[in-house]
């Protein structure tokens, strides 16, 4: 597999139905996969509410992100098999699965990290010592994708996307903080690093895989609940 950055626009549009039908097809399966198997509900197709809403939303969402970042990220469908086997099924699908271990990570890890205000504050020495290195490891890799970028020639929008999310989640925060709280869910912040991880390489495509599989994970087990919370 080659090791850089490629954004070649007529590769992308080679495929492109089968390309999105691969992407919802994944996002569905993982839905199904961890609302029935993990969440052992009776309906792998309900919420954790118990309705049927959440699914639509997250195939909405996945259209979303495979329009902004994911349809560059995968091998065009008419590529030699081997490649798209490698690159699709090796590279993208066993990543996304495997990494489903997300549901029980705070078990394996004994450590529970909720990213609100309260949560920061009650985290132990070893809680946020696993914190650090989760989030020197997204550093690094920011960093990476940050090169991926600069050689594709996106770099400027690529590090704009950044304010151009942070500033208004910050904004809203700061005018509801009498009378709500802040919640970043697992879900939108990993459905967030999905579009940023555009580019067609091998560290990206595992990385883009197991950031979609968290997400979905935190829909199927949660549901894409608010990220304000009343205080009382």
Not at 75 to 86: D, E, G, I, M, S
Not at 113 to 124: E, I
Not at 226 to 232: D, E, I, K, T, V
């Amino acid at each position: 597999m080659n090791t850089h950055a490629q954004t070649d626009p007529e590769d992308m549009t080679l495929t492109p139905v089968a390309s999105l039908a691969f992407w919802l097809f994944m996002a569905l399966a993982g839905y199904l996969f961890v609302s029935g198997v993990l969440c052992h509900r009776a309906n792998p197709f309900a919420s954790a509410e118990g309705n049927a809403y959440e699914l639509p939303k997250l195939l909405a969402a996945a259209l979303g992100v495979w329009l902004l970042g994911a349809r560059h990220t995968l091998q065009p469908f008419r590529a030699p098999w081997r490649r798209v086997l490698l690159w699709n099924g090796l590279g993208w699908a066993l990543p996304f699965f495997v990494a489903f271990i997300y549901h029980n990570l705070d078990r394996i890890l004994k450590v529970d990290f909720s990213l609100t205000p309260q949560g920061f504050a009650t985290m132990s020495a070893y809680a946020w010592f696993m914190f650090s290195l989760a989030v020197a490891l997204m550093l690094g890799l920011a960093i990476y994708h940050g090169v991926l970028a600069r050689r594709a020639g996106v770099l400027l929008p690529w590090l704009a996307a950044v304010p151009a999310l942070v500033i208004p989640i910050a904004l809203l925060t700061w005018l509801l903080r009498d009378t709500h709280s802040v919640h970043i869910h697992h879900f939108f912040l990993f459905g967030c690093f999905v579009p940023w991880l555009r580019f067609r390489n091998p560290v990206c495509v595992v990385c883009q895989a197991v950031c979609a599989s968290i997400a979905v994970e935190g829909v199927a087990t949660w549901g894409m609940d608010p990220m304000w919370y009343p205080l009382h």
